[in-house]
């Protein structure tokens, strides 16, 4: 078993490296050595735990017993064990009359560097110490707790400082587009799936984007994880140990949140206010200082605080999950998010990304009751069940339309059917169930479905003058893709509503007359008649 680690107010380093402290292993049999540690151990043994002084020993043969000196006298020391693949650090402590200077840290990075080649440093320590800041300074994450041996049952926190080798669960670089991280409300939707509301965090996982997105933690996780407690602490522990540990450049970082709490300042003079204005802040200051280009939160107030400074000044984005996807999307579909003209006008139509949000907002149809919120939750269902968003702009590239279509079954189903107040907005309106109408064939798909319930007006006028018929909430048409005798077409269309559970339209007969013909190619476009009125 191992001994319980560190002392309580143990600090780390905040300052560069003072003159005079010297690290070297205890040598063998130097008594001197030996009791120096167990002296400055021995005044620390309300949270170090009791260890024999042949343990002492022995480690010191081994060369496992490394000693910090300031000016010649033993001021601290870390004891340690080589096993299997791992450093197992046993006890980590500093005399309180020098803590600050950094020895802390310097005794952990010298055995780091002397044994990069093992996977990293394991240390058990008592959450009851208070010592997690302690250890996430020093590049420490949690990966797991059980209760102690001790009547009291105390929680036992098992901390590792990662090396950086690769394991069997590692994941490859290449191919990852984006490493991203999080805050706690994001890990506690991942550890809790019956929390409410997780599912825009879940998608973050989802099999269709673990090849483009990687999520790592950071020490700014990890203190907010160590705030926690009980059940809920445990679960969060457990979900982030499947992530990768980045550290942040503790010199950039110091820098970084100066840059960020003066910017800050300007909107809210006193900032930061709380604890959690502090977790907020570290969140972004480490992901910055780490490199990554990411930050994933559903805070909306941290996300109007930092969003603009953040994007600016260190080219770092701080989005909402359902954004994330789009996201992805685009930067791996570029070429599909560039404007094209639509049916040679002077009109383009393209994806809509993240850059048209604003624009979007603009769609919610209001008049008909729906509220901005339930609109904004439409599309990020939408972006979350990753279905394209097609927008059409007009000549001075404001978005004049947009819609969304995918193919379920038999049918193209339409959850957003949308044109903005124009002169033209009827013109759009049927042009966009053109659009559709071209969709479903190139998708071999019998029936279009208008699924939107707040669509605009113009566009449901549209639809039921292009041969749509209401069936509860919902629009139908069908859209058959046949050049054939009217008995054949017929049947095609029997079939597409059998699919799709729709009323089996009338029969059709050979030598329709030239105007009835027409109006079923029209209301059943691409369908063509062969054996009507109509020259062929």
Known sequence: MLSIVDTASMSVDRTPRSPGITLAQAREGSESDINAAVEIGNRASSTLGFLPIAEYRA??????????????????????????????????????????????????????????????????CRHDYDLGEMWIKLGFSQMSEKPGRSKAGHMLVNWWRDHGHPT???????????RAAVDLNILRDLADPD???????????????TDRLELVRTGALDAEINSIKGVLRARCTAQAQRMT???????????????LVAATRAKAADYPRSPQDEFDLRHVTDAIAADLNLFITRDEDLARLFRDVAEQ??????????????????????????????????????LLGLSHDVGLQGLANTRNGERPRDFRRLLRDL?????????????????VAAFSAYGEGAELVVPLARVADHPLSDTLARQLLFLLRQQAREMKLGVIRLADGHASEPVRLAALNDGFRMLGDNLYSYALDACDTAERVSHRAVLAARAVGLPEPPQLRSGMPAAAAAE?????????IVDSEIPT
């Open 313 to 350: 000044q260190f080219a770092l984005r701080i989005m909402h999950p359902s954004d994330v996807v789009i996201h992805l999307d685009e930067l791996v579909r570029a070429e599909a998010y560039r404007p094209a003209a639509l049916l040679d006008t002077a009109f383009g139509r393209q």
């Open 383 to 399: 972006a979350l069940a990753h279905r394209e968003r097609t927008g059409l702009f007009g000549p001075d590239n404001t978005l």
């Open 59 to 124: 480690a010191a043969a081994r060369g496992n017993l490394l000693l910090a000196r300031l000016d010649g006298e033993v001021v601290g020391y870390a004891l340690y064990a080589l096993a299997r693949s791992r450093v197992r650090l046993t006890h980590l402590c500093v005399d309180r009359k020098v803590r600050g200077l950094g020895i802390a840290r310097r005794l952990v990075e010298q055995i780091s560097g002397s044994h990069s080649d093992y996977l990293g440093i394991q240390v058990r």
């Open 245 to 259: 540990h980045v550290r942040a450049d503790s010199v950039r970082g110091r820098e970084v949140r100066s840059q």
């Open 168 to 178: 069997l669960f590692t994941r490859p670089s290449e191919g990852v587009l984006v």
């Open 520 to 528: 079923v190619e029209r209301t059943w476009w691409p369908a063509k």
């Open 195 to 209: 929390r409410p509301d997780t599912r825009d965090a879940r998608a973050l996982v989802d099999d269709q984007i």
